[in-house]
């Protein structure tokens, strides 16, 4: 594989050209976008876990780089800026995606007064986890999805939500325990077992 210079840009000669062709030339921002759609979707897939969730945070970011394009200096590479702009545009459909779960759940304590359900079988459960996820806020469920989903290290994770890495780290663990008490008054379960526990420390 050829090595190129630290802190070459392989973009940015497209980039260039895109930035002299808009708003009223597109041919090297089409470039840019058939580079990167497949990566951008794929990216916000493994966040959303939804693909028309994803196709929608694609078009989001593509019309977000056509706006945006003209401006951008190269302080950093264009990788680096998509993923970032990936990152945002996930945020905000998680952001609906709580607040429409949050309308949900009130609607159904308003229905439903009865015990809590029993444990779900092993075919509901990823289903019960993505559920759950939702009702976390945006930049925590983001946080923990990038962790152990998407493998990403804390430092990483910090670099992409403007946080640092000690609050990543504190991110992901509330996360965990809240995500545990959420599971625990769903289904009515674990909380003996936790009592236990702590006897046992």
Request: one cysteine or more; aromatic letters at 8%; hydrophobic letters at 35%.
């Amino acid at each position: 594989m050829t090595q190129r210079p630290e802190g070459v840009d392989p973009d940015r000669p497209l980039i260039e050209r895109a930035q002299e062709e808009l708003p009223y030339g597109t041919a090297a921002y089409d470039e840019l976008v058939r580079r990167y759609s497949a990566i951008v979707f794929g990216r916000a897939y493994g966040i959303l876990r939804s693909s028309s969730d994803a196709e929608e945070a694609t078009q989001d970011v593509f019309l977000a780089v056509f706006r945006n394009l003209a401006r951008f200096r190269f302080e950093r590479p264009f990788a680096h800026w998509l993923s970032t702009v990936t990152v945002n545009a996930c945020r905000m459909i998680l952001r609906r995606r709580a607040s429409d779960q949050r309308r949900r759940n009130a609607f159904e304590r308003e229905q439903i007064h009865e015990s809590p359900a029993p444990p779900p079988s092993n075919g509901t459960l990823r289903q019960l986890v993505i559920e759950l996820l939702d009702e976390l806020d945006p930049t925590t469920r983001m946080a923990m999805l990038m962790r152990y989903v998407e493998g990403y290290t804390n430092r990483e994770i910090g670099k992409q939500l403007d946080l640092s890495e000690s609050a990543v780290k504190m991110r992901v663990s509330r996360g965990s325990s809240k995500l545990r008490d959420l599971y625990e008054a769903r289904t009515g379960t674990g909380a003996g077992d936790r009592e236990d526990t702590d006897d046992d420390a």
